[in-house]
């Protein structure tokens, strides 16, 4: 069965400081690995996704995301955060099913 | 394109009540979703249909049950409400490409409240 782990509940930086989110899957295959952004109050909305090639991913509003296989691990990063950041992210695997498993979701804080 | 909508957007209903939420898809998409989302449990799928004219059972079925209408809508059935369901409902949708898993598209919610 597939899983997805963020071992980070909360996460606060400081406006302008460097981001990595965590996320590490079990899947026994190559995995189709996504990361979504939640607004308060609104739905998900993909930030990018990894399906195979290259394994640095990048994405929307300055993300970007690295499939490493060897640690099972697929981490999103940005290099400087802005206040409009501030969300909560989910990491998701899917194999041959196509049905995504979610991660519990990491809430961003950010501080002025 | 309006995208996935879903009506209502609030709803309160008492214990033992039903209510049916409706989810509409304007993107041709052939699958659609349920998740329930809960405080620190992510979303958890209830049920899904991965074409029209089919429905699955998803991790937390119980309680609940679905209509895929036509190709646009799949609608979810509350038959007796209970507080336990009280959670906020995302309807998504997914094309079905072959040979890879494209991302969902999610609706904006419908947070319930059961008393």
């Known amino acids: 069965a597939q899983s997805v782990t963020q071992p980070d509940i909360h996460i606060t930086v400081s406006e302008g400081a460097s981001l990595e989110l965590r996320c590490n899957y079990s899947y026994g295959a190559t995995p189709y690995l996504f990361w979504y952004v939640q607004s308060p109050g609104q739905g998900l909305q993909l930030l990018l996704k990894y399906f195979s090639g290259d394994t640095l991913v990048q994405g929307i509003k300055g993300f970007e995301a690295e499939f490493k296989r060897s640690q099972s691990s697929f981490n999103l990063r940005k290099p400087s955060v802005h206040w409009s950041d501030a969300a909560e992210y989910f990491c998701a695997v899917s194999g041959g099913s196509y049905i995504p498993t979610f991660g519990r979701g990491t809430s961003l804080i950010v501080h002025p | 394109n309006a995208g996935v909508t879903q009506t209502p957007k609030f709803q309160v209903l008492k214990t033992g009540q039903s209510m049916t939420l409706q989810c509409a898809q304007d993107m041709n998409h052939n699958s659609m979703y349920w998740y329930r989302q809960d405080p620190g449990m992510g979303l958890r799928l209830i049920y899904y249909?991965?074409?029209?004219?089919?429905?699955d059972k998803g991790e937390v079925p119980n309680g609940y049950n679905v209509s895929r209408l036509n190709k646009r809508e799949f609608s979810l059935r509350l038959e007796s409400a209970a507080p336990s369901q009280t959670s906020v409902y995302f309807c998504?949708?997914?094309?079905?490409?072959?040979?890879?898993?494209?991302?969902?598209?999610f609706g904006p919610g419908t947070r319930l409240t059961v008393l």
């Open positions: 998504a949708s997914r094309p079905l490409t072959s040979g890879r898993a494209d991302e969902q598209f």
């Open positions: 249909s991965a074409s029209e004219g089919t429905t």
